[in-house]
Each structure stands twice: as structure tokens, then as C-alpha cells.
């Protein structure tokens, strides 16, 4: 499996970005998608997952301001951020794994900046 992001870029406080994620290969055995995000000299943060079923997860930081979603095909992959602040200025990775809950996501994408200025 492939995965490509787009939709990251430069955007000021307040405002609202939406990441796509597009897949190749055998993406009907994939079970569970999400995002990561690593700024620079922090450890990478999880900030959002969708399974097989459409159920969700999303870090703290991000709760009732980013969405993920998918189409019925499972891909693309959304993230819509809105209220978007400094901190979260990093670079976003697509993820996918076969597994439900899997210790490692076994397909990554090669990551869209997002930056906020104040």
C-alpha cells in the first residue's frame, strides 16, 4: 500500500486546513487509518484514527476542532482541522495498518507540513 497527502501549507491562527490522503495498492486490506504529527524536537503524536467500522479516536489536543472521515471505499482519507493554532504547526503523516489495533502502523505516507502563524 501506498499513501500520498496533500493539503497541507501555511495558514494563520484560527484558520482551517483539510488534508487528503490518497491510497494504491491493496487498500481493501486495510482495517484501520489515521494521522500522526511530528513537530520539530517533539516525539511523535497520534491524532486521529478511523477503523473498518467508522469509529474514531482523537488525541485531546485536537478534540472538536479536527475530523477524519473517509469515502466508502475507505480512501481518500480526510482531515479536516479547524480553529487551527500555533501548536499545531508539524509535519502530518497518513497511516494505515491491516490490523484493528495494531502497536505499529505498517503503511505511513511521506508527510504534508502544516504551519500556523500567530
Known amino acids: 500500500v501506498q499513501l500520498v497527502e496533500s493539503g497541507g501549507g501555511l495558514v494563520q491562527a484560527g484558520g482551517s486546513l483539510r488534508l487528503s490522503c490518497a491510497a494504491s495498492?491493496?487498500?481493501?486490506?486495510?482495517?484501520?487509518m489515521g494521522w500522526y504529527r511530528q513537530a520539530p524536537g517533539q516525539e511523535r503524536e497520534l491524532v486521529a484514527t478511523?477503523?473498518?467500522?467508522?469509529?474514531?479516536y482523537y488525541a485531546d489536543s485536537v478534540k472538536g476542532r479536527f475530523t477524519i472521515s473517509r469515502d466508502n471505499a475507505k480512501m481518500p482519507l480526510y482531515l479536516q482541522m479547524n480553529s487551527l493554532k500555533p501548536d499545531d504547526t508539524a509535519m502530518y503523516y497518513c497511516?494505515?495498518?491491516?490490523?484493528?489495533?495494531?502497536?505499529?502502523?505498517?503503511?505511513w505516507g511521506q508527510g504534508t507540513q502544516v504551519t500556523v502563524s500567530s
Open positions: 495498492g491493496s487498500v481493501f486490506d486495510i482495517n484501520l
Open positions: 497511516v494505515a495498518s491491516p490490523q484493528a489495533l495494531p502497536d505499529e502502523f505498517d503503511y
Open positions: 478511523i477503523n473498518s467500522g467508522g469509529r474514531t
